[in-house]
């Protein structure tokens, strides 16, 4: 089982840049398939980013271009670097790794995928206009 601690979450003005960190501990660490997730008031939670075990990424389409993710593999942590952010960014956003490590990216994106991860406890972004 792989224990998963987010960090870098915060409070932006609209056009600001952050940066998320995913430690990860246990299992296979952040050597598998990584991925952050989002949820916000009222919405469902949904894919935002992933990274593969050959380092393959996928980005939401709502955040393609502004969002990037990324893997220190040696130190079992990944990013989630976020610029341009906008309001409608604002969410608690989750870190979680793939249950079967050979998860392709793409696969992250998938309907129901919830059980098919390990996950953190999330941090809060908050972007103001």
Not at 26 to 45: L, N, S, V
Not at 46 to 52: C, L, N, R
């Amino acid at each position: 089982q792989v224990q998963l601690v987010e960090s870098g979450g915060g409070s932006v003005q609209a056009g600001g840049s952050l940066t998320l960190s995913c430690q990860a501990s246990g299992g296979t660490g952040a050597r598998g398939c990584m991925a952050w997730f989002r949820q916000a008031p009222g919405k469902e939670r949904e894919a935002v980013a992933s990274i593969d075990s050959y380092g393959t990424t996928a980005h939401a389409d709502a955040v393609s271009g502004r969002f990037s993710v990324s893997r220190d593999a040696p130190k079992n942590i990944v990013y989630l670097q976020m610029n341009s952010l906008k309001p409608e960014d604002t969410a608690m956003y989750y870190c979680a790794a793939a249950k079967t490590w050979y998860m392709e990216a793409i696969q992250a994106f998938g309907v129901n995928m919830e059980g098919h991860f390990y996950w953190g406890q999330g941090t809060q972004v908050t972007v103001s206009s």
